[in-house]
């Protein structure tokens, strides 16, 4: 049984605690960085993602963070924050952003935990899942962009479709 099958006995348990049970189950590789922070190696199809989930008392939050490589030509920064936009657009959490300084593009999501919640198992695994669903979705849009051989509406079109139903 995973752990986001089964309850925790623990009515408090750390959200950073989950993830990193999560990430010993699943057999990634993972430093915690402290007692509010884990980072992660998660393997994609098209990438290796850098994965950091840290939790703020500050503002009451469970923020991720999916990070990869990208430095766009200066020429094709304009065409890229199109791409983000539009898949942004696309995307019903989480956001894209990219940080030049850092030359990575990066997708964000913060779980409110306002009033005391906490963090369940299933609410982390979903949040991860979306990261890396999300990265992998559009990693290979953002290339086609940053690269300069297409504009950001057809490389938007080879974005892979959400599947409905199963085969």
Not at 73 to 86: C, K, S
């Amino acid at each position: 049984m995973s752990i986001v099958e089964r309850d925790f006995e623990c009515e408090e348990l750390h959200p950073i605690d989950i993830v990193e049970t999560l990430a010993e189950e699943r057999e990634w590789d993972f430093d915690r960085i402290g007692d509010n922070q884990i980072a992660m190696a998660i393997e994609g199809s098209w990438n290796t993602y850098s994965v950091t989930l840290a939790l703020s008392d500050h503002d009451e939050s469970l923020r991720l963070i999916c990070a990869f490589e990208m430095d766009p030509p200066e020429d094709r920064i304009p065409e890229l924050y199109t791409a983000l936009g539009m898949a942004n657009d696309k995307c019903w959490s989480g956001t894209f952003t990219i940080w030049r300084d850092q030359k990575l593009l990066a997708y964000r999501y913060s779980l409110n935990l306002a009033g005391g919640a906490q963090a369940s198992s299933a609410q982390i695994n979903d949040m991860l899942h979306a990261a890396i669903a999300s990265c992998e979705r559009f990693y290979p849009a953002f290339q086609l962009v940053v690269a300069g051989s297409e504009t950001p509406k057809a490389a938007m079109g080879i974005a892979i479709s959400e599947a409905f139903g199963r085969a």
